[in-house]
């Protein structure tokens, strides 16, 4: 499969296999209800970057498209977005990108 050889191939199909679950509920804050709101209205709104070599390729994303937000937010009936709305969209994006990196480290 595009090269890889076997022995990923099943390590990547076992690692998949156990990946954790995310709870049914999860507990937010009220105060950060409408952050979490945009980030799941803007799930594909991020910026990616692609890394090759002669031997292998990944793509990363680097940040979200914040010139979609407002239209995006409107769409969604989420509203005008408020300076403390995007301050605290910010910090969920910093946090997904460093999960992001962490997980594929």
Known sequence: MFG???AEIAKARADFAVMPTA????????DNVR????LEAMRTQWSWLALSTMTQAK???????????????????????TGD?????QVLES??????SEAAA
């Open 23 to 30: 709870p049914e509920r999860l507990a937010i804050h009220p």
């Open 85 to 89: 709305d995007f301050a605290r969209l």
């Open 4 to 6: 890889l050889p076997e």
């Open 35 to 38: 952050a979490v709101r945009m």
């Open 59 to 81: 793509a990363i994303r680097v940040g979200m498209k914040y010139e979609t937000l407002d239209s995006t937010a409107a769409r969604m009936g989420l509203g005008v977005v």
């Open 95 to 100: 946090a997904a990108l460093a999960a992001w």
